[in-house]
Nanobody, 124 residues
Framework: QVQLVESGGGLVQAEGSLSLSCAASGRTFSPYALGWFRQAPAKEREFIAGINWSGTNTYYVDSVKGRFTISRDNARNTMYLQMNSLKPEDTAVYYC?????????????????WGQGTQVTVSS
């Protein structure tokens, strides 16, 4: 079992920055592919960024590419999401997730473990 806990959400003005963290406990998450998802009110949960087990490959959806950066520190069992140039449409609950399939997927069903989510609100 892997327990994931997100932190770092909050309220920020447009064009501001936030840094999210996802800390894992229970067992090392180094073999897992990791992803960040978000869910806005009345919308489905969407994949926004992913990183492979070693951190050598990263993936982003177009809407966040160039603004968000995903990274991981396997020694600290922690994943990060640096979010810059935030927009009001980035407002959502952000979730981290871990997949034992060994590769990054945009499909929520591919992830075995989820955090509880952290709220990010961007004001205009």
């Amino acid at each position: 079992q892997v327990q994931l806990v997100e932190s770092g959400g909050g309220l920020v003005q447009a064009e501001g920055s936030l840094s999210l963290s996802c800390a894992a406990s229970g067992r090392t998450f180094s073999p897992y592919a990791l992803g960040w998802f978000r869910q806005a009110p009345a919308k489905e949960r969407e994949f926004i960024a992913g990183i492979n087990w070693s951190g050598t490959n990263t993936y982003y959806v177009d809407s966040v590419k160039g603004r968000f950066t995903i990274s991981r520190d396997n020694a600290r069992n922690t994943m990060y999401l640096q979010m810059n140039s935030l927009k009001p449409e980035d407002t959502a609950v952000y979730y981290c997730a871990a997949s034992n399939q060994g590769y990054v997927s945009s499909n929520t069903g591919s992830y075995n473990y989820w955090g509880q989510g952290t709220q990010v609100t961007v004001s205009s």
